[in-house]
T-cell receptor, first 111, second 117 residues
Framework: GQNIDQPTEMTATEGAIVQINCTYQ??????LFWYQQHAGEAPTFLSY????GLEEKGRFSSFLSRSKGYSYLLLKELQMKDSASYLC????????????FGRGTSLIVHP | GAVVSQHPSRVICKSGTSVKIECRSLDFQATTMFWYRQFPKQSLMLMAT?????????EQGVEKDKFLINHASLTLSTLTVTSAHPEDSSFYICSVKTDGQGGETQYFGPGTRLLVL
């Protein structure tokens, strides 16, 4: 099976930088996803990592270390609209195409 | 990408009634769609994989006779919650699988919030 851990809740200040960590244990690995989900809405795709290293996309960056079973999502220049839940999802090797989602980290950005 | 819609966006029903939720792929012919359920502050849990023209594949623990899935066309999948009970109250989200590259190969609908009284 798969086990995905991420903090339940984080708070940060507008304009600051925040790092949301995700650790996972899986039988085989075939990619890690980060999604943003505002309350009552569907998740939207943020990033995908399948190789070790940092992927940067505007204010958001995602890092992966496969040997450590670890990823983080880095949000820079935080804005109020970044208040949302951030879901880490991991896809196993060979089996289902669909990733397994973590519980999500609720990020609250305050002025 | 793909644009996915769901109808209704929210529904309130009495215990024992059945509720149908529609998931439409507006600009992509989807042979595969997925149905998820999400309880408050919980993760997205995959319920079933909907395959156009064939039977859905249900995840372990999901009752196929209670959650009926029909994927009759390449643009429409429906989820019917039969004899709904209060514990079925949840946020139901569908997604469409595309053939894109990289990680952006699954596009989600806006979700349907079901409240069973």
């Amino acid at each position: 099976g798969q086990n995905i851990d991420q903090p339940t809740e984080m708070t940060a200040t507008e304009g600051a930088i925040v790092q949301i960590n995700c650790t996972y244990q899986t039988s085989g690995f075939n990619g890690l996803f980060w999604y943003q989900q505002h309350a009552g809405e569907a998740p939207t795709f943020l990033s995908y990592n399948v190789l070790d290293g940092l992927e940067e996309k505007g204010r958001f960056s995602s890092f992966l270390s496969r040997s450590k079973g670890y990823s983080y999502l880095l949000l820079k220049e935080l804005q109020m609209k970044d208040s949302a839940s951030y879901l880490c999802a991991v896809r196993s090797e060979g089996g289902s195409y669909i990733p397994t989602f973590g519980r999500g980290t609720s990020l609250i950005v305050h002025p | 990408g793909a644009v996915v819609s769901q109808h209704p966006s929210r529904v309130i029903c009495k215990s024992g009634t059945s509720v149908k939720i529609e998931c439409r792929s507006l600009d992509f012919q989807a042979t595969t769609m997925f149905w998820y359920r999400q309880f408050p502050k919980q993760s997205l849990m995959l319920m079933a994989t909907s395959n156009e023209g064939s039977k859905a594949t249900y995840e372990q623990g999901v009752e196929k006779d209670k959650f009926l899935i029909n994927h009759a066309s390449l643009t429409l999948s429906t989820l019917t919650v039969t004899s709904a009970h209060p514990e079925d109250s949840s946020f139901y989200i569908c997604s469409v699988k595309t053939d894109g590259q990289g990680g952006e190969t699954q596009y989600f609908g806006p979700g349907t919030r079901l409240l069973v009284l």
